[in-house]
């Protein structure tokens, strides 16, 4: 089994907000797919179902943001999940709004989130895929984050997690290499 997980915050004061790209490319995915977001389990909303002929979990932890990881650690501890099983959709204000970037395994860079998760699991050596959320131009960084985008940047977003969540599919039925040829840029 595949475990992809979104992070973003819980709560509808959050809905559309850009830490929250995450979420929105995991029911997009959901949604795509047929699998119901409908049970709450490991800290999460949690999904099962298929993507392709690969059985997946896809998870939106409710632990909110900067504490993601405990939610991923009960996930990869009960499965007795294989790290390289582990796909992360987050969002990222060192990438242009809108582009995408797929990486094997890396840093948390400044994402609490992956700080979170890395801390938790012991491990760094996850695919990931980032979507662009481009830095505040002055202002408070957390602000910037937890605000919602332009309507200018909000088509690009609801493109960017439209090819995310391809990326995510090409990722699981074609492997990593390909889906970063395909979608990183």
Known sequence: MLVVVGLGNPGKQYDGTRHNVGFDTIDYLADRNNISMNKVKYKAVIGEGFIGREKVMLVKPQTY????????????????????????????????????????????????????????????????????????????????????????DRSFINESVKRSAEAVETLISEGIELAMNRYNG
């Open 65 to 152: 943001m900067n504490l993601s990881g405990r939610s991923v650690r009960e996930i990869v501890n009960f499965y007795k999940l294989s790290i390289e099983d582990l796909i992360v959709i987050y969002d990222d204000i060192d990438t242009e709004v809108g582009k995408l970037r797929i990486r094997k395994k890396g840093s948390a860079g400044t994402h609490n989130g992956m700080k979170s998760i890395i801390y938790e699991i012991q491990s760094d050596q996850f695919s990931r895929v980032r979507i662009g959320i481009g830095k505040p131009q002055y202002g408070n960084l957390a602000d910037f984050v937890l605000g919602k985008f332009s309507k200018e």
